[in-house]
């Protein structure tokens, strides 16, 4: 009697908290102003769900500032999904130690919230669903994460391991991976990356793309900011090829589109501009190929290879055969763009053909132009 009284409790409880959080994925994703700098509108949300997440072993990360939590101190441990470079040691003056850098997380927007497990390894939690809304984007997390597919080796989307309700509310617990791919390079990295390094990272992105595609899964936000890294392996800084290298990950299904196995290739097409549950067509503010521009059908996984490729523009490998795969995979001509199959093929091709010490050079990178 006792235990249902207490359960009865509880559900009102849940309701009750329920309606204090955000009634949608779009107001979760922007939940107030965007002059507000100190990211209490986001911890005040999510503190909302403190003791929820406690009581299953979760503890949150706590907020540095807005878009930024940084690591609740106490024994480190190992998840398996971020490391270290040892040669930039514990700590730096400037903050660039890849092991501080561990101990920070940048969220995009309010979306995920870092935690920390109960057996110490770090986790993002994400708002996958409101009520029905976010429901495709949760089937191909599972799709992907469960069963056969979970455990084939080029299956670089990112590891579900839980899911959890509240309310109407679903949340999906994922590894905390080390660092985002986007910042292998560039004027805003710190990573020592060489050629090598960055065409490796390059070629795992491709063959995410290429599983997925056979999977019968379009990402449609397949841009660099979207994918991670265990870590960044700096053969420049360390004057020699790296013997480990790291892992990259597949993230934010948000957008990704599933064809069953019964749909024919032919009919495999979408119509407008990538959205979601979290944000509508017009609020759309990523660049767009030439088949986006109009209301004709185009073909998704195109649309992929065109997203990831377009990322790396400002990337010069100085090495022709692998800068010209990259540069067909740019096609502004649908029909003419390679598939991901077709891109892989050809950069490893081009990759067994070289000599791994020619590739310990330093990218060629453009300097945006200020507008």
């Not at 708002?127 to 670089?156: F, P, Q, T």
């Not at 290739?265 to 759309?284: D, H």
């Amino acid at each position: 009697m006792l235990g249902t009284l207490r359960k009865v409790w509880l559900g009102i409880n849940e309701r009750r908290e329920r309606r204090k959080l955000p009634a949608d994925l779009i107001t979760w994703r922007n939940p107030g102003l965007a002059t507000d700098l100190s990211g209490k509108l986001d911890e005040r949300i999510w503190g909302e769900l403190r003791s929820f997440f406690k009581s299953r072993g979760y503890t949150y990360w706590p907020v540095e500032y807005a878009y930024l939590q940084t690591d609740p101190g106490g024994d480190l441990v190992c998840n398996g999904f971020g490391y270290a470079s040892l040669q930039r040691g514990w700590k730096s003056s400037d903050g660039s130690s890849s092991y501080q850098k561990l101990k920070e997380f940048d969220y995009a927007n309010p979306l995920c919230w870092a935690a920390r497990a109960a057996d110490g390894r770090d986790v993002v939690i994400r708002v996958l669903a409101v009520r029905s809304h976010g429901k495709s984007h949760v089937e191909i997390l599972k799709l992907l994460s469960r069963r056969h597919y979970s455990v084939i080796d080029r299956n670089h989307a990112i590891p579900l391991f839980e899911l959890i309700k509240y309310e109407d509310v679903t949340f999906g617990i994922f590894p905390k991976i080390g660092f985002s791919v986007f910042v292998a390079y560039g004027p805003m990295s710190w990573a020592k990356n060489s050629v090598g390094d960055i065409v490796d990272m390059f070629m795992q992105c491709v063959e995410a793309l290429e599983f997925i595609h056979y999977v019968g899964v379009a990402h449609k936000d397949a841009f660099r900011d979207n994918f991670l890294v265990q870590f960044q392996p700096e053969s420049l800084a360390m004057k020699r090829i790296a013997v480990t290298r790291p892992r990259v990950y597949l993230t934010d299904f948000e957008t990704a589109v599933y064809f069953p196995p019964n749909v024919p290739w032919e009919k495999r097409t979408c119509v407008g501009l990538p959205s979601s549950s979290s944000f509508p067509r017009e609020k759309y503010g990523r660049v767009k190929p030439p088949e986006l521009l109009s209301d004709a059908p185009y073909d998704p996984f195109k649309l992929d290879v065109w997203q990831l490729a377009i990322s790396f523009v400002d990337l010069t490998t100085t090495i022709s055969s692998i800068d010209d795969v990259m540069e067909a995979m740019r096609c502004s001509d649908a029909s003419l763009r390679l598939s991901s199959s077709e891109a892989l093929a050809k950069l490893i091709e081009a990759v067994a053909s070289i000599p791994p010490q020619s590739l310990l050079i330093p990218p060629e990178v453009a300097v945006p132009v200020p507008e």
